[in-house]
């Protein structure tokens, strides 16, 4: 089977997939994401998609949907900010999850126990969406196609059996129009990974999307080295192909092959930026009254940490986050740095 193949089973079977089965997120499990380090990155987040929605004129109906949500944390404390700092957007958002695994369904049910919800399998069983989407940290997890550059020319990684273990096997491409998406700079011996992109079923709105990775000049620079790494306890695992389904796998993120699947779907770049960029111009560090307590000022201590880690230019602060519209405006937008769309007054 093809790597993508191997990368959709070993992630996505309905018995044995790591995310259908085993999928272990926050500090006890494989890995942490921005949400796992307390409700800055939601509130942040928030002020982000009350601007969007100001922007698209307020509407009385309007939906906010994101695509795995993991442990259902991140769209848990969006809601609360929005319902503290804007519940005129609040009231009328119609929050829902595509998600695929039952398991992480249930986690999500948890964390947001008490809220109408929906749940999909796919973005096109909510449409037509008019509102918001977005993902943290899921591109990463798209199969890919690993494509090499051979003296024979472009071939294709397969897995396959050798003696008891998975091994990898160079084979012709598995579909014609592979060989021409590793780019010429990709050297004789290197590597590249791409992944056919999904639209959501936007009609209307904005699609942000946060992950690792770079644009395909940025990915070109580790010259063929390729991306495809596993995760478990916090750890690489050197191999992908071992112990398919008790690990996670995953691959940095070609952002231009995003940006050309997108506008392939009508949707417009409104803008790209790093995490911490766009947390900052979201007010992340905007601080409240000095605490009184010691305890007060303990908290205190632990969310500017937790700021801290977020802002990380070699880490979480490294991420890249694009945005997208259809039919809704795409200038002067605070996410980019731009004007706020409405009087600074209004923003606690």
């Known amino acids: 089977m093809t790597f993508a193949d191997f990368m959709e089973t070993a992630l996505f079977d309905t018995e044995d ?11 006890e499990g494989d890995y942490v994401t ?18 969007l929605w100001v922007a698209m004129g307020k509407a009385p109906t309007w939906d906010l949907v994101e695509a795995g949500a993991g442990r259902g944390i991140l769209m848990r404390d969006l809601l609360g900010a929005l319902e ?5 957007a609040a009231r009328g958002a119609r929050p829902a999850i595509v998600e695929v695994s039952p398991r992480m369904r249930a986690e999500q049910a948890l964390a947001l126990e008490g809220r109408d919800l929906r749940w999909a399998s796919v973005a096109r069983s909510l449409a037509p969406i008019h509102g918001v989407v977005f993902a943290n940290e899921v591109l990463d997890a798209f199969p890919v196609h690993v494509l090499a550059r051979t003296a024979e020319g472009v071939r294709e990684v397969f897995v396959g059996e050798e003696n008891g273990a998975l091994v990898e096997v160079l084979r012709a491409p598995s579909a014609a129009d592979l060989r021409w998406r590793i780019p010429e700079s990709v050297p004789v011996g290197g590597r590249w990974e791409t992944s056919p992109a999904a639209a959501a079923a936007l009609v209307a709105g904005y699609v942000v999307l946060i992950d690792y990775g770079g644009d395909e000049t940025e990915l070109l620079t580790r010259q063929g080295a390729g ?20 690990h996670d796998l995953t691959a940095s993120v070609d952002f231009t092959a995003i940006r050309r699947a997108a506008e ?6 409104v803008g790209t930026s790093t995490q911490r960029e766009v947390l900052v111009a979201l007010g992340i560090r905007e601080s409240a009254a000095r ?3 010691p305890i007060e000022q303990l908290r205190a201590a ?20 694009v945005c997208f519209a259809k039919d809704a405006p795409n200038e002067g937008l605070r996410i980019f740095g731009g ?10």
């Open 17 to 27: 997939g790591y995310y259908t089965t085993r999928a272990s997120l926050g500090f």
């Open 34 to 51: 921005s949400a796992d380090l307390g409700p800055a990155f939601g509130r942040a987040l928030a002020r982000g998609v009350a601007d």
């Open 84 to 88: 503290r700092e804007r519940p005129d």
């Open 227 to 246: 991306t495809v790494r596993g995760f478990a306890q916090h750890r690489l695992i050197a191999d992908p192909l071992i112990e398919p389904g008790l």
């Open 264 to 269: 392939g779907a009508g949707l417009q770049l």
């Open 291 to 293: 605490p009184s307590t």
């Open 302 to 321: 632990s969310r500017r940490s937790a700021i801290d880690a977020l802002l990380d230019p070699n880490g979480l602060g490294a991420f890249k986050v």
């Open 339 to 348: 004007v706020r769309t409405e009087s600074p007054a209004r923003y606690p």
